[in-house]
């Protein structure tokens, strides 16, 4: 009986070491991206929540939501969740469903992302495996060591802290290490490196092998990929990345920044649809991969910014058929970027706007919106598109597509105009800080709402936001 008894105690002992053991190599083992997960819906956003909790600070306090598209209530998992409508985390959570699909890669993934997009402009099976195989690529790719989950990871996380500049709460989490950038891509430049210092202040992050952690610093903030497919700037949107050296040294760590940036456009309507990308269109494909191939004429090292831009530039004057040589028809080029406009039709209804503005306002937009190569680079305006993109979807401002692009062009280019000149004239007198860029945000919220108000006098504050005076 002692003998059994010593037996039984041990047997006791060694499975409550085990259990311990058990309990403490779970603890420390990085849990697997929600991307890999069988869960759907709901109980898949609630792993998603568990997994990367700062995807609720787009959900807390005060949010600086992008003023593009309409949201609406119906399935959004913010008003399941939380009782009300939460953009920014709406469209957090669709980036991440978005490379879910494009990840798994099936037939059924394609079809739910594409559900919803119109039938004229749907993304099309053969490009959506484009996408597939770059993303397994990727996960093969071994960088710096790195397994398919732990590049999966990577890729998931990059998704959650992209936007961290866009909630308040984040903000009064990073204020205490100066960190204070106006523009949300700026903030998390710099909030990537105080977390790489403490990596206690983002649990998604802290999960991170060393290697996937390197990987989001490096490609932190590079480049607004954004801005280059709309041609919101000129040659200086490729400043950091040529600077950084990175297309030359580091092609695949480039590829996995582009191919973030794909998910992250993906979901960018995820307020309005949760299921389907009502963005990533087939023409939004076309788009994304000349602006990667412009972005990769950086690889040779005896290449420049402008050389790139002219690049891209051309790419797009070619489907408007416009010419990339001709100064007019350049600044046209850059109107239709930023409108989405992709076709020689397009093209041709966007000149006949132009047309029909007086020459005076013809002449002050061509030189608001003309770049030249011996520019000084300046910061890029942020949300110019999405003015004009609201503008063209109003249904107040026709009942066609063609009425509807002819007005926003009417009533958008001259405000536009307005703005940039006089934000010329304050960095001229010194009084605006050149290193913050223009804010159309809120202008473009006005774009949805009270189109005609465009014509009104304008402010800009100290932050670079651009708002109506009297309104």
């Known amino acids: 009986m002692k003998k059994a008894g010593q037996i039984g105690l041990g047997i006791l002992f060694s499975g409550i070491a085990f259990t311990s053991l058990a309990l403490y190599v779970n603890a420390n083992i990085p849990p697997k991206p929600v991307v890999f997960s069988a869960l759907e819906g709901r109980a898949w956003v609630d792993e998603c929540l568990k997994l990367h909790p700062e995807v609720k600070w787009l959900a807390e306090g005060h949010v600086r939501k992008t003023e593009e598209g309409r949201a609406t209530a119906h399935g959004a998992y913010s008003e399941q969740l939380f009782g009300k409508k939460e953009i920014e985390f709406d469209r957090t959570i669709m980036t991440i469903e978005f490379l879910r699909h494009v990840l798994r890669g099936t037939y059924k993934d394609y079809e739910v992302l594409t559900a919803a997009q119109p039938r004229d402009i749907r993304l099309s099976f053969e490009s959506f495996l484009t996408l597939h195989q770059e993303g397994k690529r990727l996960l093969k790719s071994k960088w710096n060591g790195l397994s398919e989950v732990q590049m999966a990871e990577a890729m998931e996380t990059a998704l959650v802290l992209g936007d961290i500049g866009k909630s308040e709460k984040a903000r009064e989490l990073f204020k205490p290490y100066g960190i204070n950038q106006p523009d949300h891509d700026d903030f998390y430049g710099e909030a990537i490196q105080i977390i790489k210092e403490h990596p206690e202040l983002s649990p998604s992050f802290s999960h991170l092998p060393r290697a996937a952690k390197r990987l989001l610093c490096e490609i932190a903030n590079l480049a607004h990929y954004g801005h280059v497919t709309h041609l919101e700037g000129g040659p200086g949107m490729f400043n950091k990345l040529k600077k950084s050296g990175l297309p030359s040294k580091d092609p695949i760590a480039l590829s996995v920044d582009l191919f973030v940036h794909g998910c ?84 041709a209804i966007l000149r006949n706007a132009m047309l029909e503005l007086n020459g005076n306002m013809r002449d002050r937009i061509a030189a608001a919106l003309d770049i030249q190569q011996d520019d000084q680079p300046s910061r890029t305006p942020t949300y110019m598109p999405a003015v004009l993109v609201n503008l063209s979807n109003n249904p107040e401002l026709g009942d066609s597509k063609e009425i509807r692009l002819s007005n926003a062009i009417k009533i958008g280019l001259p405000f536009i105009a307005r703005v940039l000149e006089n934000h010329k004239e304050l960095l001229a007198r010194g009084e605006f800080n050149p290193n913050i860029p223009l804010n159309f945000n809120r202008i473009a919220g006005i774009a949805k709402t009270s189109p005609h108000s465009l014509d009104k006098a304008f402010s800009i504050d100290e932050e670079g936001m651009i708002d109506l005076i009297n309104i």
Request: zero cysteines.
């Open 264 to 347: 992250d456009v993906g979901g960018a309507l995820g307020h309005v649809d949760n299921r389907s990308s009502l963005v990533y269109t087939e023409p939004a494909h076309k788009a994304m991969q000349a602006m990667g191939d412009a972005v990769r004429v950086l690889s040779d090292p005896q290449t420049t910014e402008w050389d790139a831009y002219n690049s891209y530039l051309g790419v797009r004057a070619s489907w408007l058929g416009l010419s990339s040589e001709d100064r007019s028809d350049r600044v046209l080029v850059r109107i239709g970027a930023m409108l989405r406009l992709s076709t020689p039709e397009e093209g």
